[in-house]
């Protein structure tokens, strides 16, 4: 799993906020745009927020019990935490940073769009529903860009280095695979 960058999560944003914008100004002419997302979906990323959050405050504390509580526990006594939820934890929080970038470019395309109908419309819900949805988008974006660094090796790992292409490994296989997956 590759680790986040911010240059695919602007791309992603750009690329979405040119289609939003695009399919918008084709859509163009009705009164509510039928493009935005209603107030309701914010209920469903908050709700994804929280969760995601509470995962990932699990994977930090089970992999840095000094931080957070002001208490240190002692590592034998860690409730164990199954590793495979660390990787579901950080591939959900690579999701809804992609999902939050999506969905703050969309909305800041049709945004564009409705700052330009300010003056025909009566109403201006489109465009603070576009503003809000902006706004957790980028909030989003954030949350999953910090929580999967929370699903990062500890940095005290001997074998986890930042800047290695084998995501903290020096080697790009296993140790335990005895040569059987290589070429040479």
């Known amino acids: 799993m590759r680790y986040l960058n911010l240059p695919s999560l602007a791309a992603a944003a750009a690329v979405a906020g040119a289609v939003g914008w695009s399919l918008d100004r084709v859509a163009g002419g009705t009164v509510q745009s039928l493009l935005i997302l209603p107030w309701l979906s914010l209920v469903a990323e908050l709700g994804a927020a929280l969760v995601l959050g509470y995962l990932g405050l699990r994977v930090r504390a089970y992999r840095d019990p000094h931080k957070g509580s002001g208490r240190r526990r002692d590592p034998a006594r860690r409730a164990p935490y199954d590793p495979v939820w660390a990787v579901g934890t950080a591939a959900a929080a690579q999701a809804v940073a992609f999902y939050g970038a999506l969905c703050a470019g969309w909305h800041a395309g049709i945004g ?28 989003l974006a954030v949350l999953g860009w910090i ?37 040479h």
Do not use: M, N
């Open 112 to 139: 564009v769009e409705q700052i330009a109908l300010l003056g025909v419309r009566s109403t201006q819900e489109p465009l603070w529903l576009c503003v809000v949805h902006v706004v957790a988008g980028i909030l």
């Open 147 to 183: 929580v999967e660094k929370f699903c990062r090796l500890p940095p005290d790992d001997p074998d986890a280095e930042e800047e290695t292409p084998y995501g903290g490994r020096q080697d790009p296989y296993a140790a335990g695979e005895g040569g059987y997956a290589r070429d």
